[in-house]
């Protein structure tokens, strides 16, 4: 991204995204919304839209969206680049026509409008987090109106700077905590895996209304949750979505996360014999014990080999299966026996860990 500024008409909008999920956001901003992706950097997505209105609210794969300010991929990293944040601030941003589509979709709350100020920074610069903040402060003197109060939390306007390695955006926060936290996660799991990244599994799972969904390790049942979300916003409905656990705490919190989402049948079972017959269900989604949730790291491998044995039993053919390990080689050796094929996979980090998210296709016959 060199540096660029918004347009008059429709300004640019940005994606903050787990990184990893880029091309997904991207591809859902672009099939869903009809929007045109101009640059990707390090979890960021740049794009514009036809036109800027509540659905950009309702995007799955993405932690976070703004309006777009400025941007640009040739930091220094050195502290010059502190003038320059300054300055783009000041000169390059239309901030009311920002400001005026921000109201359009968050209304200000009633009585005086509060502020807040957000600077992100990854990688090495010669300049502190607090050094940008500043800057960012500096160039917008006079575009916050002196009645506006600065607060800490839930500020009706928030300007954020964020800057991973070389690339910085600037603009004003679309979308609130519900974006990337969601409003059904009231029950939590250890090791339960981020909305976000469930979506984008759901996405590359490629599910059509009559599949039947599976996910034999729900845990807290986010996986379900987001296949269930996903065709709420199609107002596609869908059969009931699968799913159990080993451990009846997690059946439990499941069930009430999905309650309100739509149908699902939850069971306590062991997912290496599963209580149903063979070829039933369409599509495997799921995120199994990484090796240090485990007692013991390497009881991933035969637990991989035996749930891997049973998903082949009671997939369809044709049938996909999409999962999230950090021991990849582990199950790659288990699904080699199998036959299955990649479709396609994805190098993302989980809870500090590296991890790939693999997409497998069970051949026809
Ligand atoms: C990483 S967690 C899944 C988290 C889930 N995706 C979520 O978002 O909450 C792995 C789950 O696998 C379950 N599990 C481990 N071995 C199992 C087995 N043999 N059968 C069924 N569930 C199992 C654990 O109880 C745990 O809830």
């Avoid at 589509?101 to 209304?107: E, G, K, S, Y």
């Avoid at 469930?198 to 599949?211: D, N, S, V, W």
């Avoid at 599976?214 to 699968?242: F, I, Q, S, Y």
Wanted: net charge positive; aromatic share 6%.
């Amino acid at each position: 991204m060199s540096r660029s500024r918004s347009q008059p008409s429709v300004p640019a909008c940005y994606a903050l995204v787990h990184p990893g999920l880029e091309t997904i956001a991207a591809e859902e901003i672009e099939n869903d919304l009809g929007g045109e992706v101009k640059k990707t950097g390090p979890g960021i997505v740049v794009f514009r839209l036809p036109e800027i209105d509540a659905r950009v609210l309702k995007l799955r794969t993405t932690e976070d969206v703004f309006l777009l300010a400025w941007g640009s991929d040739q930091l220094s990293c050195r502290a010059e680049d502190l003038d320059r944040i300054r300055r783009w601030t000041a000169r390059e941003a239309d901030w009311p026509t920002l400001l005026r589509i921000h109201h359009t979709l968050r209304p200000k709350p009633k009585g005086r409008p509060t502020y807040h100020l957000v600077a992100q920074m990854e990688g090495r610069h010669g300049y502190l987090r607090r050094d940008a903040q500043k800057a960012l402060a500096q160039g917008l003197a006079g575009t916050v109106p002196e009645s506006w109060r600065p607060v800490e939390e839930n500020a009706a306007v928030e300007f954020w700077l964020t800057i991973r390695g070389a690339t910085a955006v600037c603009g004003l926060r679309l979308s609130d905590r519900t974006m990337r936290h969601r409003t059904y996660k009231v029950e939590h799991r250890p090791a339960s895996l981020r909305p976000t990244i469930a979506a984008a599994m759901i996405r590359l799972a490629e599910i059509g209304p009559p599949h039947i969904v599976l996910d034999p390790m729900c845990g807290a049942g986010t996986l379900l949750a987001e296949r269930l979300a996903a065709a709420r916003l199609l107002r596609g409905g869908c059969v009931p979505v699968w799913g159990g656990d080993s451990d009846f705490r997690a059946v439990r919190a499941a069930a009430i996360n999905l309650r309100r989402l739509g149908p699902a049948w939850l069971a306590q079972w062991d997912a290496t014999r599963l209580p149903f017959p063979s070829a039933t269900v369409d599509r495997i989604v799921s995120n199994p014990p990484f090796g240090k949730q485990l007692s013991n790291p390497d009881a991933v491998i035969p637990l991989y080999h035996a749930m891997l044995l049973e998903y082949d039993r009671v997939l369809r053919p044709g049938g996909l299966v999409v999962l999230i390990v950090s021991a990849a080689t582990a199950l790659r050796s288990a699904v080699r026996a199998l036959g299955w094929k990649v479709q396609r996979q994805l190098s993302i980090r989980v809870l500090g860990q590296p991890a790939v998210i693999t997409v497998w296709r069970k051949p026809d016959s």
